[in-house]
């Protein structure tokens, strides 16, 4: 009995994505599909580097960055290293992303100042 396989179209349609982005996770060889003439042939554990792929992309992660963590497995070793790597990054882009938030609503109250100012100041000059 073989293993159950998928198609391109199939994790496309599934992941909803293009069947672009997977020939390109092909390319950079991270997945491996099997050869059938023309037709790729995807394994489970193909599909499930997609999907960890298309996590970490969802949560800020790099192409780099998932793949290292995604790498790490190690089901003999309880995953430990893997997890620490993914906890350090995650923790990082926690971070980037909080200081991003802090910058952002700097701005906005800066505008909200400015333009309360214009706001006056055209309210003062209608007024004389």
């Known amino acids: 009995m073989q293993d159950k396989t998928y198609s391109i179209s199939d994790l496309a349609a599934e992941f909803g994505v293009t069947t672009r982005t997977i020939r390109f996770y092909e390319e950079k060889g991270l ?55 993914l906890i350090s990054t995650v923790t990082e882009k926690r971070q980037r992303l909080l200081q991003q938030k802090k910058d952002i609503d700097e701005m906005l109250a800066g505008l909200d100042e400015v333009q309360a100012l214009c706001e006056q100041s055209l309210k003062d000059s209608h007024g004389k």
């Open 31 to 85: 997945v491996h599909p099997q050869r059938e003439g023309q037709k790729r042939l995807y394994t489970p554990a193909d599909r499930v580097r997609i999907k960890l792929i298309l996590r970490g992309k969802r949560i800020g992660m790099s192409l780099q960055e998932s793949v290292e963590v995604i790498d790490l497995y190690d089901p003999e070793h309880n995953n430990e290293e893997q997890l620490h790597s």
